[in-house]
């Protein structure tokens, strides 16, 4: 009998939700401060909640985080649902903050990792949050001291390393799942103080895990009415075994080349990509896309914490990359709003081109990456973009590129005019292919072509 069939749905425990004001003494402990200064410019709005119920069998109480615009009535009807990481942080807030706000969809912080909730909130303000609570389990800085990083190993004993590593986080917050799902239904009950039409579950590198998690593990969970949770999928930036359909869902992968184990390697941390088993063909839910020249974060727009930490890396001449992975997760997720929504079909996958079915990628002549979504930094390019800076932790998740000498801007180019004709038209092809919208092409045009050969 096959596996599917022996699964039977479980219909999650209907939450109870509590607002939680804020006053002059008490405040939201915010995980991710990147960028939450853009919230009165764009009307918007953060509230703070309560979430408890029954997950895994025992009892539980957990943080939502809710940003919405001020006017419900311009309000889209699409919520973002991002799970907070187990060490704290929320990624996909980081990368699609502005795409959100302008377009009127609201985001939801779910802290569902027991680690992250316990020690990076609930320990930080035991006041606000004394009611939060989970089954017993390890904290996030017993994971934290724990991440594999050698620079003497091979790349299959540095990836065995880091499996075993990741095995140990599920045991760690087996109630994520269905706090997850839970979430999702408060959303659309109005209980949060809108009523979502559509629901998007994602994340980014260990999020992007638990998202992938909850495709293959928790297929069979239904909201408390019985309907399904999530109308789509987005796991970014994280990896494993090629992910199956989800059932009468959407599904996006979003991986950036520095997820590689050939990218990732000199830098002693191992790759979230085993050769290239993460591949499957596109059908009517699902599509992957591979980014050339992607870092696993952005240091483009980085956070006044990212200049601290980066500011004593040295980078022997090279500088931090301008690689916009923001600009690209715009597309990614308006590409899933369009699919979930309206059925507008989106781009097929494509793979970046490697040696067989290796992790070792094709280069050009600059040593940029061949094939994947192309983007104007790899087809007009300024320099050679490394997607992992080696020198190990903070500066491996970070892009850099080596810059073109004046000379060999003219070598390649000719011309400044040359240039921004290329550049021109790089930009109009990836708007064409739908990697980049037209509100962050005009941001390229400002910021990058019009600033080169100055």
Same mark, same amino acid.
């Given at each position: 009998?096959?596996?599917?069939?022996?699964?039977? !749905?479980?219909?999650?425990?209907?939450?109870?939700?509590?607002?939680?004001?804020?006053?002059?003494?008490?405040?939201?402990?915010?995980?991710?401060?990147? =960028?939450?200064?853009?919230?009165?410019?764009?009307?918007?709005?953060?509230?703070?909640?309560?979430?408890?119920?029954?997950?895994?069998?025992?009892?539980?109480?957990?943080?939502?985080?809710? @940003?919405?615009?001020?006017?419900?009535?311009? #309000?889209?009807?699409?919520?973002?649902?991002?799970?907070?990481?187990?060490?704290?942080?929320?990624?996909?807030? @980081?990368?699609?903050?502005?795409?959100?706000?302008?377009?009127? =969809?609201?985001?939801?912080?779910?802290?569902?990792?027991?680690?992250?909730?316990?020690?990076? *909130?609930?320990?930080?303000?035991?006041?606000?949050?004394?009611?939060?609570? #989970?089954?017993?389990?390890?904290?996030?800085?017993?994971?934290?001291?724990?991440?594999?990083?050698?620079?003497?190993?091979?790349?299959?004993?540095?990836?065995? !390393?880091?499996?075993?590593?990741?095995?140990?986080?599920?045991?760690?917050?087996?109630?994520?799942?269905?706090?997850?799902?839970?979430?999702?239904?408060?959303?659309?009950?109005?209980?949060?103080?809108?009523?979502?039409?559509?629901?998007?579950?994602?994340?980014?590198?260990?999020?992007?895990?638990?998202?992938?998690?909850?495709?293959?593990?928790?297929?069979?969970?239904?909201?408390?009415?019985?309907?399904?949770?999530?109308?789509?999928?987005?796991?970014? %930036?994280?990896?494993?075994?090629?992910?199956?359909?989800?059932?009468?869902?959407?599904?996006?992968?979003?991986? /950036?080349?520095?997820?590689?184990?050939?990218?990732?390697?000199?830098?002693?941390?191992?790759? %979230?990509?085993?050769?290239?088993?993460?591949?499957?063909?596109?059908?009517?839910?699902?599509?992957?896309?591979?980014?050339?020249?992607?870092? =696993?974060?952005?240091?483009?727009?980085?956070?006044?914490?990212?200049?601290?930490?980066?500011?004593?890396?040295?980078?022997?001449?090279? %500088?931090?990359?301008?690689?916009? !992975?923001?600009?690209?997760?715009?597309?990614? #997720?308006?590409?899933?709003?369009?699919?979930?929504?309206?059925?507008?079909?989106?781009?097929?996958?494509?793979?970046?081109?490697?040696?067989?079915?290796?992790?070792?990628?094709?280069?050009?002549?600059? /040593?940029?990456?061949?094939?994947?979504?192309?983007?104007?930094?790899?087809?007009?390019?300024?320099?050679?973009?490394?997607?992992?800076?080696?020198?190990?932790?903070?500066?491996?998740?970070?892009?850099?590129?080596?810059?073109?000498?004046?000379?060999?801007?003219?070598?390649?180019?000719?011309?400044?005019?040359?240039?921004?004709? @290329?550049?021109?038209?790089?930009?109009?092809?990836? *708007?064409?292919?739908?990697?980049?919208?037209?509100?962050?092409?005009?941001?390229?045009?400002?910021?990058?072509?019009?600033?080169?050969?100055?």
């Amino acid at each position: 009998m096959a596996t599917e069939i022996l699964l039977v !749905n479980l219909l999650v425990w209907k939450p109870t939700t509590t607002f939680l004001p804020e006053d002059e003494t008490s405040k939201a402990v915010i995980l991710e401060p990147y =960028h939450v200064d853009l919230l009165p410019v764009y009307g918007y709005t953060s509230r703070e909640y309560l979430i408890s119920g029954v997950a895994a069998g025992q009892s539980y109480c957990t943080r939502l985080l809710l @940003r919405t615009p001020t006017d419900k009535t311009k #309000f889209s009807g699409l919520v973002i649902e991002e799970p907070s990481h187990l060490w704290g942080g929320t990624s996909i807030w @980081r990368h699609t903050n502005r795409w959100l706000m302008r377009n009127g =969809h609201a985001w939801l912080e779910v802290d569902s990792q027991a680690p992250s909730a316990i020690e990076k *909130i609930k320990n930080v303000d035991p006041a606000r949050y004394e009611d939060m609570h #989970f089954i017993p389990c390890l904290l996030a800085k017993d994971f934290a001291e724990n991440i594999p990083f050698v620079t003497d190993i091979s790349k299959e004993a540095l990836y065995e !390393n880091y499996c075993a590593f990741k095995a140990k986080w599920w045991p760690a917050t087996p109630q994520s799942p269905e706090i997850l799902a839970a979430a999702s239904y408060a959303l659309r009950s109005g209980e949060l103080g809108i009523k979502a039409q559509k629901v998007i579950l994602t994340g980014l590198s260990q999020t992007g895990g638990v998202t992938r998690r909850f495709i293959t593990h928790s297929a069979h969970l239904r909201l408390p009415d019985g309907s399904l949770p999530f109308e789509g999928f987005i796991p970014c %930036q994280s990896g494993g075994p090629a992910l199956p359909d989800a059932l009468q869902a959407k599904t996006i992968e979003l991986l /950036g080349e520095s997820e590689f184990q050939s990218v990732r390697f000199p830098c002693g941390v191992s790759g %979230q990509l085993k050769d290239t088993i993460h591949r499957r063909m596109d059908s009517d839910s699902f599509r992957i896309y591979e980014v050339a020249g992607m870092a =696993h974060r952005e240091s483009r727009y980085p956070s006044s914490r990212d200049v601290k930490n980066l500011a004593g890396v040295d980078l022997h001449g090279a %500088q931090w990359s301008t690689f916009p !992975n923001s600009f690209i997760y715009h597309a990614v #997720f308006e590409a899933m709003e369009k699919w979930i929504t309206h059925d507008v079909i989106p781009p097929m996958s494509v793979p970046i081109k490697t040696v067989g079915s290796s992790d070792e990628i094709l280069r050009d002549e600059h /040593g940029n990456a061949l094939g994947g979504v192309r983007t104007l930094h790899t087809d007009v390019p300024l320099g050679r973009l490394v997607a992992a800076t080696p020198k190990g932790r903070p500066s491996w998740y970070c892009g850099s590129e080596w810059c073109f000498s004046n000379q060999k801007l003219f070598a390649v180019y000719g011309s400044v005019a040359e240039y921004r004709r @290329r550049a021109g038209e790089a930009i109009q092809r990836q *708007i064409e292919s739908r990697f980049l919208l037209p509100e962050d092409a005009e941001i390229l045009r400002r910021e990058t072509v019009e600033q080169s050969f100055l």
